[in-house]
């Protein structure tokens, strides 16, 4: 049950599962929510993070401190809703700024019921977290609140993120087309595993024709998809999106499928640990995780530094001291985090599939990773030069 917290400064309280709590005011929707605490360290970007789908089943902890600064746009969204299961945030803005702005922050929480907090010191939020690591947390707000112990009692009861299979919550349920912009190039099958409006977009500006697939999407429905040649699409491509990747045990059959006929491959996020799974690597979760548009990440091959988007709370457990074999040749690790060594990006050598952990869209963030679209391409066209002329459209 939620209502608004417009007009009033309504009480509110963050319990987090080990039992330190934090008061504030309702923002947004008044009522409750649970889910896991993360942080995210963008100063800008908040409409795009909201909207995107792998934050489902999270409450959002902004490290920036002053939230809603240029309001709610309708051609910002990454998504068809916000999924985030909470907000948290210190200092909202009264009134937006931007000229693009057609309502305010909160007027859309409450528009889609999502329970959020203000006035929370998220500086001693977010220490706490890091040195703690990620937990459950639930966002309680009203004139009557129950007692803290009461509200603990719910957060616990909460779900885990590990064991999480959520991405046939959040993915399309049926298929649909974003065209090539311009001259068409290229016919690409998108697993919907949490996919952002951005990422099929960023690939129809390179003449791409995407037809995105649902999470449970089979082998016989990718190869449905005809590119150049009658075999299938020119490649395949695996979304970003919410969840524990041990779950994902689905999309791990179709991507080694996949590989089996050595159709091009490209994975971000949930993707790249999908790659991982199937190329026999496992996954485990970190302690608080990466998220925000400021992670710095080095191309091991080049040992150039980007400055990329993040959205990920686990990662691949692939070694670092050079190639593994694996089914489908030889695979290394591309790319990594310089914070923490974490896997960032995945590779093989002896098949075209690539992938990363971070989100080259750029939406919201910065544009250092835009070339490995181009990358894709590439793959694509020198798959199509190897390809068997009676195969050929």
């Not at 706490?128 to 009203?142: D, Q, T």
């Not at 150039?304 to 457990?317: C, I, L, P, R, S």
């Not at 593994?324 to 923490?340: F, I, K, W």
Request: charged share 20%; proline share 6%.
């Amino acid at each position: 049950m939620t209502t608004s917290s417009r007009g009033a400064r309504t009480p509110a309280v963050l319990v987090l599962e080990d039992g330190r709590t934090f008061h504030g005011h309702a923002y947004g929707a008044v009522g409750e929510t649970v889910g896991e605490a993360v942080f995210s360290t963008g100063m800008t970007g908040y409409q795009e993070t909201l909207t995107d789908p792998s934050y489902h089943r999270q409450v959002v902890v902004m490290t920036a401190p002053h939230i809603g600064n240029t309001g709610i746009n309708d051609e910002d969204p990454e998504s068809r809703r916000i999924w985030v299961a909470g907000y948290v945030v210190r200092d909202p803005a009264r009134t937006p700024s931007s000229w693009r702005s057609v309502r305010t922050l909160d007027e859309e929480l409450t528009a889609q019921g999502v329970v959020g907090i203000s006035g929370v010191d998220t500086r001693a939020l977010t220490r706490h977290l890091r040195e703690r690591g990620a937990m459950r947390v639930g966002i309680f707000s009203g004139e009557r609140i129950a007692a803290e112990e009461t509200l603990l009692a719910r957060v616990r009861s909460a779900p885990a993120m590990e064991g999480a299979d959520l991405c046939g919550e959040v993915a399309t349920a049926e298929p649909y087309v974003v065209p090539a912009i311009g001259e068409k190039r290229f016919t690409v099958a998108a697993i919907d595993l949490g996919i952002k409006g951005m990422t099929p977009h960023r690939m129809a500006e390179r003449g791409i024709e995407v037809h995105v697939l649902p999470a449970n999407a089979t082998p016989e429905d990718v190869y449905a998809v005809k590119g150049a040649g009658a075999a299938g699409p020119d490649g395949v491509f695996f979304s970003n999106g919410p969840g524990d990747p041990a779950t994902a045990d689905g999309p791990v059959a179709l991507m080694r499928a996949v590989l089996e006929r050595r159709t091009p491959v490209f994975g971000i996020c949930f993707g790249n640990q999908v790659l991982g799974r199937a190329l026999g690597f496992g996954t485990f979760k970190l302690r608080y995780g990466h998220r925000g548009i400021n992670q710095p990440v080095q191309d091991r091959a080049t040992g150039k530094v980007e400055v990329t988007a993040h959205n990920h709370g686990f990662a691949v457990d692939a070694p670092l001291d050079g190639p593994t074999d694996t089914p489908y040749g030889r695979a290394e690790v591309s790319h990594v985090c310089l914070n923490d060594e974490v896997v960032e990006g995945l590779r093989l050598l002896d098949r075209p599939a690539f992938s990363v952990q971070y989100h080259p869209e750029a939406a919201a963030g910065p544009h250092d990773a835009a070339y490995l679209f181009d990358r894709f391409a590439g793959l694509m066209a020198g798959a199509r030069q190897h390809t068997p002329e009676d195969q050929r459209a």
